[in-house]
């Protein structure tokens, strides 16, 4: 009877652990956040504005950024605006947030893009959710106490659902998750990596495209009262199912792919920065952005209504699209490494 009853118990027991057990874990998130929160809060609380020079070797091409931020009132909440101005393979884009709206400029058709929401980068616990959020543990990284955190539909937590689904081809879905490792002592991250699932149905079969990155934040120095990782060690894997193609097809487009993308290893560091130099607002004025000439051939779409010559202006085409890549393998051509990397990537024979 007594060993009865002891059953009984422990599986009451059991029972009340399994019903409280989301509550403790989602406390623990609650306070973790909480406390990235009062963290970040210190550091920007000496922070107007922001301009970090970045520099990346990606394989065949260097990729230079500059990112501006600065503090406003947006809806009555504190948000850093920015600015980030791309330079890569002679290419240049600039992307504004201004806290409530993304601004960019589409390269098919050179117009001025406008998609509600966007990433506060600076405040970094607005990505985490306690309701898609796991705590997974401890973890210690390089010699420094983690907590390691898991986000599930990272995408969509920083805001970027909007820009991605207008963005991605019909019958075609994306999902993103993250794991990130953060310093117990101070809250930043040491460490990330994301899960990039990207389906796509073309001709009536569906071809996916795993992209997995993993980011090592190293030399924090203070920028004001902003800690500022200054060297990023950045490591993308590529895996591309494409039922239409053969073994040695798949290995050549990867590779063309990964030489596109930047995948592999690289490292990204910080050339300078400096803070309070007084940003103008025009800087993140989206409506300041102008039309150019599409980024990859075509006509910007304001001119697709205006007849040209007797001729109605045309976005990109298949011809436009096939010349572009016709144009990069010629380039790839005179590239020593490229090529030797595409030998090893065909089977022997």
């Known amino acids: 009877m007594k060993k009865g009853y002891r059953t009984i118990r422990i599986i009451l027991i059991l029972f009340v652990l399994l019903l409280i057990f989301p509550i403790i874990v989602s406390a623990n998130i609650n306070t973790i956040i909480q406390q990235m929160e009062r963290s970040y809060q210190k550091q920007i609380s000496g922070i107007q504005d922001l301009t970090i020079v970045q520099e990346m070797k990606s394989g065949f091409f260097d990729i230079k950024t500059i990112t501006y931020y600065k503090k406003a009132k947006v809806n009555n909440q504190e948000v850093f605006k920015s600015r980030m101005e791309t330079s890569i393979m002679g290419m240049d884009t600039v992307n504004i947030y201004d806290g409530q709206y993304s601004w960019s400029i589409d390269p098919a058709t050179g117009e001025v893009k406008k998609e509600e929401g966007g990433v506060d980068s600076l405040q970094v616990w607005k990505m985490f959710k306690p ?22 539909d990272a995408l969509w937590m920083m805001g970027m659902e909007d820009l991605v689904s207008s963005d991605m081809p019909e019958d075609s879905e994306i999902e993103m998750s993250g794991i990130y490792w953060i310093d117990k002592e101070s809250y930043i991250p040491l460490k990330s990596k994301s899960f990039t699932k990207t389906t796509t149905v073309e001709d009536g079969q569906t071809v996916t495209m795993n992209i997995n990155t993993d980011i090592q934040f190293l030399d924090y120095r203070s920028i004001g009262s902003m800690l500022v990782s200054h060297r990023m060690l950045i490591s993308n894997q590529m895996e591309v199912d494409d039922p239409s193609l053969t073994p040695e097809e798949k290995k050549e487009a990867q590779a063309f792919m990964e030489s596109m993308g930047g995948m592999g290893d690289m490292e990204m560091l910080v050339t300078s920065a400096e803070y309070n130099t007084g940003l103008p607002d025009e800087l993140f004025d989206g409506t300041l952005l102008e039309a150019q000439e599409p980024m990859f051939g ?3 779409e304001s001119s697709q209504d205006v007849p040209a010559s007797g001729e109605i202006g045309e976005t990109m ?22 090529q030797e990397m595409m030998k090893e990537m065909k089977p022997a024979d």
């Not at 309701?131 to 986000?151: A, F, M, R, V, W």
Request: glycine content about 10%.
């Open 298 to 300: 075509g006509t910007p």
């Open 317 to 338: 085409s298949q011809e436009d699209i096939e010349a572009m890549m016709e144009g990069f393998a010629e380039m790839m051509e005179g590239n020593e490494d490229f």
């Open 131 to 152: 309701e898609k959020t796991s705590y997974l543990g401890d973890e210690n990284i390089n010699g420094k106490d983690t907590y390691k955190i898991q986000l599930d």
